[in-house]
């Protein structure tokens, strides 16, 4: 195996992941390693595949993230040692997760995530199998019940279709409702999370978060676009304030950075690439800001990850998705390690797990838009 190598073609395959698809680069060397990096068309990226397909003829020069990711693998591989080698190393062998999505996903998708949440007991029994099964911290997302059933609240991807993003007291009182059975079915000792996406402007981030002064907060996670109007809601805010998953590139982070206008950043490694990921947790430590990946795709973004937090320093804990499909390890050489409510950091060549090109081929791509098409099919 010879450590300098050039890299002799660069594809992509995708394959069914229920109400989505995943989608994978393969880089190959012209002595035969392969590289593979997961990357994402369903949150509000689509035309990544074409990107990548366009850029492969000139990836020397350029480093798109899932091209990057890719090129870390096969990297790896040609010197035999696991990417966070690459990184700078490992200081830590395994990293607190939270399960996310936590009542979500068998609420929105109950066809791919078993058992169906119909009910505010199914809320509570998820919050006990979270306790149950030794994790730590849990995050879930806006509800509204009407005759008891819970529906996903969120405007920010047309669902229901409300442009203004109000937050009304039924939204408030809803919410309030679900945090409180999770909270009831995990205990005192869980620490709870919540994600409010993009669906509220300034004053509605702000009334949610009075509305739930009074709970105990790991964090609540906010979307929005002016750093301004974020450092705002901070200066506010009663719990620790999360943000910029959707953001690219070390200078859309700075103004972020520059106004204090989170407790943690989050960076989407798959996006932005692993190795440009590390140079943003540079820039947050710099500001005193601790960091947390973006992670709910399959399972090999998670060791990728994985690898990340593995060597940064400033981490904060890693976001994974408990709830999986019931195809999801068909897919992949080797599935994430839980124990404890820990991910453990794996340590074979490259990022330790690759797709089964089997697997893939056996779960055709659909045509599906993940969360593109939240307003028009659930
Ligand atoms: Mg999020």
């Known amino acids: 195996m010879s450590k300098s190598t050039t890299i002799s073609s660069v594809e992509t395959l995708a394959c069914d992941a229920g109400w989505r698809n995943y989608h994978f680069v ?15 068309e369903g949150f509000g990226a ?15 020069a350029l480093a798109l993230g899932a091209i990057e990711n890719a090129l870390l693998d096969v990297k790896a591989k040609a010197l035999g040692v696991p990417c966070y080698d690459l990184l ?28 169906p949440i119909n009910d505010l007991d199914g809320v509570k029994a998820i ?35 409300q442009p203004e993003i109000n937050i009304d007291r039924n939204v408030l009182r809803n919410l309030c409702m679900h ?17 409010l996406n993009f669906n509220a402007k300034t004053e509605g981030y702000l009334k949610i978060l009075r509305a739930i002064e009074k709970m105990d907060m790991f964090w609540v996670e906010i979307d929005t676009f002016n750093p301004q109007a974020l450092g705002y809601i901070r200066r506010q805010s009663p719990h620790p304030i999360s943000s910029c998953e959707t953001l690219l590139g070390l200078r859309e982070f700075l103004p972020y950075f520059t106004e204090q206008a989170m407790d ?38 998670t060791v990728m990850n994985a690898h990340f937090c593995a060597a940064v320093p400033n981490l904060r804990i890693m976001e994974t998705d ?17 124990v404890d409510g820990h991910l453990v950091i794996p340590d074979r060549p490259g990022w330790g797990t690759e797709p089964s090109e089997e697997g893939l081929r056996a779960h055709p791509p659909q045509n599906k838009g993940g969360l593109l098409n939240y307003g028009l099919k659930k």
């Open 179 to 195: 945090l409180e059975a999770i909270r009831d079915g995990a205990g005192p000792d869980v620490d709870l999370l919540l994600d």
């Open 88 to 115: 700078g190393g490992k200081i830590r062998d395994r990293v607190r997760v939270y399960w996310s999505h936590c009542a979500t996903w068998r609420i929105n998708h109950p066809d791919w995530y078993k058992p």
């Open 322 to 338: 408990i709830d999986r499909l019931a195809w999801d390890h068909e897919l992949f050489t080797h599935v994430p390690e839980f």
């Open 127 to 161: 919050g006990a199998e979270v306790r149950e099964k030794k994790f730590s911290a849990m995050k879930t997302n806006i509800f509204v019940y009407t005759d008891g059933k819970p529906q996903g609240w969120r405007p920010g991807f047309g669902s229901p279709f």
């Open 26 to 40: 393969k880089v190959t060397t012209t002595d035969g390693l392969v590289g593979w990096s997961e990357y994402d």
């Open 46 to 60: 689509p035309g990544v595949t074409a990107a990548i397909e366009r850029l492969s003829a000139r990836v020397v």
């Open 264 to 301: 943690v950043a989050i960076i989407d490694t798959p996006w932005n690439g692993v190795w440009q990921s590390m140079k943003i947790a540079a820039a947050a430590e710099h500001f005193e800001v601790n960091v947390a990946p973006h992670n709910f795709y399959g399972h090999l973004c």
